[in-house]
């Protein structure tokens, strides 16, 4: 993985961590991208990909593929990036993001974290359960989604979020901010989709056969 900051090096200050979450039913360059687009604008010293035994938005989806399969896309489209797949949320018991915050920030008490969502999630935000206790817990880092942009601003969560706005040339800063926090950040975006991928080789997760066999849950963590 990447080394400290220069800051976190300088000061011998706590790890700055970003964190994802999502299905990542598969995992995409998408993915990578929005990742390694944050880790500088935001000064990270590693994003942690939150691969999420089950997303409760999504109860029922049958498209959605075995955890163990969608860890393995995760982890090889990580390689060689400071990006950290983990299922923890799996040995941590959770399945809401306010209760896997709660957990994370116990667990780690010298890592800093900020949560970062795309404007499709922003959109709907609302719907997380205690939505405005997640924005109270860590700061948040918006990065913007063609097609999604009007609805994440026109949202019920955007209208409450809207007064903590932070100005994106501070965002380096991010750990000194008084919460809530947001920052609305813009990348070229990627076209590739979860959805996308899954239409063209529906069977994707078949070439993670070997993550399935027995015995081998002990590599999720």
Known sequence: MAAKSPQAKKKGGPRRIGLLGGSFNPAHSGHRNISLHALRALDLDEVWWLVSPGNPLKAGDSDMAPLAARLA???AMAK???IRPTAIERR?????TVDTLAKLTRLYPRHRFIWLMGSDNLAQFDRWRGWRRIARQVPIA???RPGY????????AMSWLRRY??????AKNWTRW???ALVLLRFRPDPNSATRLRATDPAWHRRYAPSLEPG?????R
């Open 216 to 220: 081998t849950n002990r590599r999720i």
């Open 165 to 170: 706005v932070r100005p994106a040339g501070q």
């Open 73 to 75: 896309s995760a982890r």
């Open 142 to 144: 918006v990065i913007a």
């Open 178 to 180: 008084r919460l809530p």
């Open 80 to 82: 060689h990036a400071p």
């Open 92 to 96: 941590l018991r959770t399945r809401y």
């Open 149 to 156: 942009n009007r609805d994440a601003h026109a949202s019920p």
